[in-house]
């Protein structure tokens, strides 16, 4: 242990005397710290101005004045995302998705103001948040400075004068692993810090933290191994050096970005203006409450009749407008529900698709992993989006609910001729402010765990292969002639 | 010419250099297919949507045309507009997979209508497209550090440099025919697949003639940097770490840090405000007197001033008037929004002239209409087609005409003109001067070391 | 220095090393005793390197057998390397690191414990000059590398000593520096095998000289009076060993 210790020692005296290591590990050690620091300054603020919003919008909806409740239901309500707990770790589909929806009756809108729409290209290039930095830039700056590590002394024939100096191969590749290894702890410093920071101050789960640390460790720890590796086998540092740069624009650059080729080949998605045909079209076909010898309304109609035991709609004891609100909206919802479905259906299969690439780069997976905890993923934005269409629709059948009960049929009827029928129409504003407020649970922790356990899986395979590789790399070197 | 055949039959001969250009041949022909796919599967959705929106115009029309209320037709029918790809959008297909290229809009309040958003998959759209402009931006700059950080230094190492140069009457003429041939492989990678693309996508002749000049552009750049940083003379180890630091920085790191910076200098939240403020604003004119509403309307549209006054009964045109009112109450946020996308873009563009990788980026974008400002051009063509639709229907509701099965004929058709793409002229004249800035400060170093 | 029981520090009988088709070492015989000096000549490709390779644990001997301080370097690589003390024509050292850093990591490798006072004394033994001991060794010049290397192995108590082509590129009061220092190791006990193409320089302190000619010795001399050995017939010996 203290041999490996010493190679450990001696690999880091080098990497301080070198200037052009230390330069580079201290500037990215200080990008890591403004990453950490713009993207926690940029959640706090987004989460500041969502719930001022959301408070906003909750306000606007309680200080509406008397009204029929139809208009409430076309008045509307705003539901905004609120911020998770990680994203300033790694802010993941944010910037892709729409915050804000509105919320109206027999419609279902979409998340609006996505920020990678109103940004300009560079946002293309990738967002600088500590997840961009521990996944894609660490990697290439530990590439850079353990290409060598190896292959160098065998270059400059320190590596057999090590090894006869009776260190075997396997402690000599230990204390070089190990020295790139806390190089690499080192200069993701600030991001760790982040994390912990994110947990003590209650905004993330321990789980999260715990299990995000766990991935970025074993991701790390990957590469480590994996250049030390190619190092020891490769005769040249030169060609370790190529061979790193190719693997990592590969597995880091390059697999990412054909993945989602693949996946939309492979699960098309429709547009949001066929969605919208389609569901107009659908409506049409199951019945058009317009029409008064629609047969679906028809059939409607006798059923409700006979569960009041009469036979005219005028001698209903509610008003028959606001039953045919609720059925519409049921009807309009079940639709929503199942194109909705549809879509994220498909978008999950992609999701299976760019996952399984997993096989061919570590990356895909701590991205995963990274996303999945910090609840930045497609899961926490669907969850967002059904929350929100479920918090539409019961806040929508509340105010058709008070339609049928609240509103006599004969002003609901005379409304839009007789203003005094109208003025009548218009129920208390106490009912709006009894309304719910759209309350967004959050997952629970197992089932966020649960979903980033494949990832997390694939990634310390990876790891194992790594450790493989290094191990047989280790042994090799007992044996070849330096 | 015998010098440049010479080099060109010696650098066949090297498997690791031929391996490079054949791979960046093949990472740039799957990149233009892949584009070409997106683009054929846009054109294609907007295709499948025409017939769906007939039926669908085609049913409103049958129950509206009972009735002939004017303002149910103007109610429910909704008219489609889209966004056809440019002829260049294959090689560089930007914001299109996060804004939508086909939109439906009704005669009501725009500003509710403008942002809808598309069903996307936020989770494929986050890693960034693979498409003609990436493999250029981010790959083709690390063939050309492998195929240039030793073009020297290789020779010194190996022990030829004396002899190599003691062996040609003028070494400089050696260095430029291996340089010379060197990057012209590397162009040929780069534009024969895009040669094909443009002939299958028809790309317009000026343009292709543009992107090969974005192309020349950036690889001089890097081609330059990579001989800057050779005369500092140093093993062929360090420039090769040197030259990927800098790759680094300038594709990575730079735009990254960039992006922060100027999402943070110009805040956009009015988007968020603009849709609470739009909606509070329709719905108080239930709660107001409709003359209200009314004054306020004819205050920007006196040409319906003198028709006939409101009743008690409910009446359409108060309800479209009021809508306008609501969409002009929100027109400063509307604005400051729009300006605030153009300006954030206006900005990476300054970034792009001391950034090559930016500038080549936006360069290729801005030719194929497929950058923010394409984007929010689009939404322009849509407010002027909204417009005219709300000049199409104020007649019939204003002046209560009935609005019959012939008159849904006669509504405005959006004319879906391809974004034509502009010069990026001072983009690439910031390509220009860095490649010159780079070239001038390796001359002077060079200098000072020599002397 | 420790002497090895049974006298016998380097002991190769019949050793055959095939690369591929080609035989590099053919049935080589060859003993070196504790307290003894021996050159081992050769042209280039007679199979020097592989020698010392096979010495050293590197390669495997596709038959014949090696001993080293009677244990087998192929099976037993790690024990034999501790006795060893290999030191090639340019010794490598860490170039960013002081004599003195460059001594204590090596004997921390070898899972030794530095004392301060020790690699004074091995510098001091070896003659490098004091200014050097705290110098990185970047500057150093190629004698001043060998002894630092040679410090190394007296304070690793290296039982066998392999000279990698030692005098090659050392001015003339190096090369004396040196041949005093090798007899003094000789004199404390230690097996010193010498591997050069230097005629003149090995025949001033070898004991005995073998001729390494197509992967065997083909030929052997033992000094012998004050002349130790006839330079006129070891010249002629090499140049016939060369020719053929």
Known sequence: MSVILSVTR???????????????????????????????????????????????????????????????????????????????????????????IFLEGHRQNSANFGDARQSSLLVRFGQLSPALVLQVIVPLLLVFIGAGMIAGERERGTLRQSLLAGISGGALLSGKALALGLAALAISTPAFGLLLWLGASGGARLSAVGLTTLGYVAYLAFWTLLII?????????????????????????LVPRVAPEAAAALAPLPTRVETDIAVQRDLRSMGDSHNPNDPYFAAFKQKTLKQYGVTRVEDLPVNYRGLLAIEGEKLTSSLFDRYADQAFGAMEAQGRVMDALAVVSPTVAIRRVSMTLAETDLFAYRRFLEQAEAYRYDLVQRLNRLQATAVTAADDAAKSKNAAAEARSRISADHWQAMPHFDPKRPSAADVVGRAVPALVALLLWLAAGAVFAARAGHRLNRSAA | MNALLREARFLLGLKSAVAAMVALFALTAVAVSAGLVEVARQEAAIARIGPQQASDVAAVTDWVSQGKDPGNAAYYTFHATSDPPSDLAFAAIGTRDVSPYVLRVRALGLEAQLYEGEIGNPEAALPGRFDFAFVLVYLAPLFVILLFHDLRSGEREAGRLRALEASVGAPSALWGARLTVRALGLFLALALPFF???????TALWKVGAVLAVVLAYLAFWIVLCMVVARAARSSLANAMTLAAAWMTLTLIVPAIGHVAINSAIPLRQGMELGQTQRTAVHRAWDIPKSESMDAFFRTHPQWRNTAPLGEAFHWKWYFAFHQVGDELAGDLSRQYRQGVLERAAW????GLVTPGVATQLALHRLAATDPAAQIAYQDRIRAFHGELRRFYYPYLFEDRPFGRADFARAPEYRAAPAAGSWPVALLGGVVLMTALVGGIGFVRGRRVAS | MKTVDGDKAIEIADLVVRYGDRAVIDHLALTVRAGEVYGLLGGNGAGKSTTLQAILGFVRPSAGRVRVVGRDPASEPAEVRRAIAYIPENVALYEHLTARENIDYFLRLAGLRPVADEINKAF???????????????GFSKGMRQKTAIALAVLR????????????????????????????????????????????????IADRIGFLERGRISDEMVAEGPERFDLRALHNRFSRARAA
Request: charged residues 20%; proline residues 3%.
């Open chain 2, 196 to 202: 094909v693309g443009a002939f299958v996508a028809g």
């Open chain 2, 348 to 351: 990476s563009e300054r970034l």
């Open chain 3, 157 to 204: 108590r290296a039982s066998v000593l392999l000279l990698d082509e030692p005098t090659s590129g050392l001015d003339p009061g190096a090369t004396a520096d040196f041949n005093a220092l090798v007899s003094r190791l000789r004199g404390e006990g230690a097996a010193i095998l010498i591997v050069t193409h230097d005629l003149i320089g090995v025949a001033d």
């Open chain 1, 10 to 100: 001696n690999e880091l005296r080098h990497l301080v005397r070198s200037r052009v290591a230390l330069t580079g590990l201290i500037l990215v050690a200080l990008l890591t710290f403004a990453a950490a620091l713009t993207s926690n300054a940029y959640q706090a603020d987004q989460a500041g101005l969502r719930e001022r919003l959301q408070h906003a919008a909750d306000q606007d909806f309680a200080a509406q004045p008397n009204r029929h409740p139809h208009r409430v239901v076309h008045f509307g309500h705003f539901a905004i995302r609120p911020a998770s707990g990680l994203a300033a770790m790694d802010p993941g589909v944010e910037a892709y998705t729409g915050n804000m």
């Open chain 3, 124 to 138: 001091g033994t070896v003659g490098l000059a004091e200014e050097a001991w705290e110098r990185r060794v970047s």
């Open chain 1, 229 to 253: 590796a190619v190092s020891a086998t490769a005769n040249r540092s030169r060609s370790a050096l190529i061979g790193l740069v190719g693997a990592w624009a590969f597995m880091v650059v």
